[in-house]
């Protein structure tokens, strides 16, 4: 949803925004832009497209400019061309602005301006922030122009605008200077020596720096090569806290692999490990979390738990409710966040609300948990997004250590989640129906896993053949029961957002009540088979499909209980306890989903028209 980066110091600004932009360009990537102080005036350069695209002009120009801002974008207002690119730069050449949000007054705003005399060149709600605050930078009785005029000219602005806003603002009079602001859109600033960096996420910066100063909604930074100050929309000095970015730039490389979401799958053992790590009891029997503010009473007294998110996370949150519902016994209501926000829906006095979001800033998310927060209801976070505003806004939660998560589609942070939830099933468990030694089951589960998911991951090859024979369908269904039932829609969802073929995710038992009219040869199912209960119903739901000339790829923990010649390919997960089977069955499915997109040829890391954190309604 668009991503933002500013440099002042004493490097050169142009390198240094272009590989900020890359690392933010998970956040949107249909064009991108620079604007660079030169002697006194503004140097503007954007283009539609990859940040790469920009970076060629970028370099070739070369310019010793040591400042700078630049942007690369998730088209909201105005369609995708160069001029609706940014920076935008205001009619008189002023001030140039980045932005991330949606100003959602734009119209009345441009028309005020347009009668003030002010030329507009793009269709962008962001040229009319941009316009805005020229405008009162000019129309201010005092300070003297310059950076105390500008943060004045912000503070204003920023008071008529409505909506949501990430900006960073440049200005002739003060070539030192960068000016900062955010109202629901994520800002933190990067502390260096001799040097400061303002960006949407800290992965713009944390190659340079460590420190970081995560911006409030409401807040106003300034900096310079030297210093900084923030103070809030009605002008009042705020302290900084400057927090540690615990993890280094390294884990956001490449290494050996061809795409990030190819790097993150094979993540998934370190990253579930690191999901554990402390958090057992010391006779292994129930998980223990540190975040989770009510004690054991208050989660005796807990009736029923709301689980909001978007995206793959919601996937989480109705895996979480099928854990907890079986294992904690407490209901679980599972809604979609942007729901939420707009629906009466029924809450019980007992309840506690739990937001998933991998992020910690899909606004959607946001709002549910300001929502549900406004009624009264503690909330609690789980995210892998440190320091991001959910983390601070939730009233409690867990953070996931999964690591920087860049590929688009989202792998290693899902399997975290759902391992979370798994372990919050636990912990609520043991409060009440679940046993000293069913505990204890759990745990080894749990502890198993790395190891499990590494068995999956050295079938690799396997999948990757087996991958390569669907990879022309058109259209293709995933089918599981009970738990598996969340993930076989996080299959087709994956399979997708990253190849562009249409996949729907059934219970299995339902494809016989509609789903099954699509049947055919044209159209392949991926059944999930899981060792247990529901195996003969499943092995039969195969059988009403196959009899209909639909091929099947079946992934099973049954062994040998299942058919060879049952399915047309078979991917074997090894056995383990219910409560990680989930975790293990995602396994295959990412990887059929990732070979499928390479051998289709789509930018697997980048999917066309997606961004990975949703930044506006
Ligand atoms: C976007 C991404 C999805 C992601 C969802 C929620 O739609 O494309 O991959 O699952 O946002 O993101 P979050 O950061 O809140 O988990």
């Known amino acids: 949803m668009c991503g933002i980066v500013g440099y002042v110091g004493k490097q050169k600004a142009s390198a240094i925004l272009v590989e900020g932009l890359k690392r933010l360009e998970y956040r949107g990537y249909d064009s991108a832009g620079v604007a660079l102080m030169e002697s006194g005036s503004i140097n503007v350069t954007k283009k539609t497209g990859r940040v790469e695209n920009v970076a060629a002009s970028v370099y070739k120009n070369n310019s010793p400019a040591h400042l700078g801002i630049s942007h690369t974008r998730w088209a909201t207002h105005g369609g995708?061309?160069?001029?609706?690119?940014?920076?935008?730069?205001?009619?008189?050449?002023?001030?140039?602005?980045?932005?991330?949000?949606?100003?959602?007054?734009?119209?009345?705003?441009?028309?005020?301006?347009?009668?003030?005399?002010?030329?507009?060149?793009?269709?962008?709600?962001?040229?009319?922030f941009c316009n805005l605050i020229a405008y009162n930078y000019r129309e201010l009785p005092?300070?003297?122009?310059?950076?105390?005029?500008?943060?004045?000219?912000?503070?204003?602005?920023?008071?008529?605008?409505?909506?949501?806003?990430?900006?960073?603002?440049?200005?002739?009079?003060?070539?030192?200077?960068?000016?900062?602001?955010?109202?629901?859109?994520?800002?933190?600033?990067?502390?260096?020596?001799?040097?400061?960096?303002?960006?949407?996420?800290?992965?713009?910066f944390v190659g340079r720096t460590q420190n970081v100063v995560y911006l409030d909604d409401g807040q106003i930074v300034h900096l310079n090569a030297?210093?900084?100050?923030?103070?809030?929309?009605?002008?009042?000095?705020?302290?900084?806290?400057?927090?540690?970015?615990?993890?280094?730039?390294?884990?956001?490389e490449l290494?050996?692999?061809?795409?990030?979401?190819?790097?993150?799958?094979?993540?998934?053992?370190?990253?579930?490990?690191?999901?554990?790590?402390?958090?057992?009891?010391?006779?292994?029997?129930?998980?223990?979390f540190g975040g989770l503010t009510l004690d054991s009473y208050q989660w005796r007294q807990t009736d029923r738990l709301l689980f909001c998110a978007c995206g793959t996370a919601w996937h989480a949150c109705m895996t979480a409710k099928y854990?907890?519902?079986?294992?904690?016994?407490?209901?679980?209501?599972?809604?979609?966040?942007?729901?939420?926000?707009?629906?009466?829906?029924?809450?019980?006095?007992?309840?506690?609300?739990?937001?998933?979001?991998?992020?910690?800033?899909?606004?959607?998310?946001?709002?549910?948990?300001?929502?549900?927060?406004?009624?009264?209801?503690?909330?609690?976070?789980?995210?892998?997004?440190?320091?991001?505003?959910?983390?601070?806004?939730?009233?409690?939660?867990?953070?996931?250590?999964?690591g920087p998560e860049i590929g688009v589609a989202s792998t290693k942070a899902f399997t975290s989640q759902i391992l979370i939830t798994g372990m919050i099933a636990l912990h609520l468990g043991r409060m009440r129906d679940l046993s000293f030694s069913d505990g204890r089951d759990m745990v080894r589960a749990f502890r198993s896993l790395p190891g499990l998911i590494s068995q999956v991951l050295d079938q690799a090859d396997k999948i990757k053949v087996i991958a390569e024979k669907y990879a022309d369908y058109a259209d293709m269904l995933f089918l599981g029961r009970l738990s598996m039932f969340p993930i076989a829609l996080e299959g087709a969802l994956k399979l997708k957002e990253i190849s562009y073929i249409h996949a729907e995710g059934y219970p299995a038992a339902e494809m016989k009540h509609g789903p099954i009219a699509l049947i055919n040869e044209q159209c392949p199912s991926v059944v999930l088979s899981p060792h247990g209960e529901t195996l003969k119903k499943v092995l039969s739901n195969i059988q009403e499909t196959r009899a209909r000339k639909g091929k099947v790829i079946a992934i099973t923990s049954a062994g040998k209980d299942f058919p060879e010649d049952a399915a047309d390919d078979v991917i074997h997960i090894p056995q383990a306890h219910d409560c990680v089977m989930p975790i293990l069955a995602t396994i295959p499915l990412q990887l059929f989903a990732y070979y499928i997109a390479c051998v289709r040829g789509c930018d697997v890391d980048k999917p066309r028209n997606l961004a990975k954190s949703v930044t506006v309604e």
């Not at 990430?166 to 260096?192: H, N, Q």
């Not at 030297?226 to 806290?241: K, M, Q, Y």
């Not at 979001?357 to 209801?377: I, N, P, V």
């Open 80 to 128: 995708v061309t160069d001029t609706n690119a940014h920076p935008h730069l205001s009619s008189d050449g002023k001030i140039a602005l980045v932005h991330n949000g949606v100003i959602e007054n734009y119209e009345s705003l441009r028309r005020f301006l347009e009668g003030e005399g002010c030329a507009f060149l793009s269709q962008t709600d962001t040229e009319v």
């Open 142 to 204: 005092e300070p003297e122009p310059g950076a105390e005029r500008l943060i004045e000219a912000v503070r204003q602005s920023a008071r008529m605008v409505e909506g949501t806003y990430g900006i960073a603002v440049i200005c002739t009079d003060c070539p030192e200077d960068i000016v900062g602001a955010r109202k629901g859109s994520p800002l933190c600033l990067g502390v260096g020596h001799g040097e400061n960096m303002i960006a949407s996420d800290v992965s713009a």
């Open 226 to 252: 030297e210093d900084f100050s923030i103070t809030t929309t009605g002008s009042e000095a705020v302290s900084p806290v400057i927090d540690t970015i615990d993890w280094k730039i390294e884990e956001a």
């Open 255 to 288: 290494g050996r692999f061809t795409h990030y979401m190819e790097k993150e799958i094979f993540e998934q053992p370190v990253a579930l490990e690191n999901a554990m790590r402390g958090r057992f009891s010391d006779d292994e029997s129930t998980a223990k």
């Open 323 to 402: 854990l907890i519902e079986r294992y904690a016994r407490i209901p679980v209501e599972v809604e979609y966040a942007s729901e939420f926000r707009y629906r009466n829906t029924p809450m019980d006095k007992n309840t506690v609300v739990f937001v998933i979001s991998q992020s910690g800033e899909t606004l959607d998310t946001l709002e549910a948990l300001r929502e549900a927060q406004r009624k009264g209801f503690r909330v609690l976070g789980i995210t892998n997004g440190v320091g991001s505003t959910i983390a601070r806004e939730t009233d409690g939660g867990i953070y996931q250590h999964a």
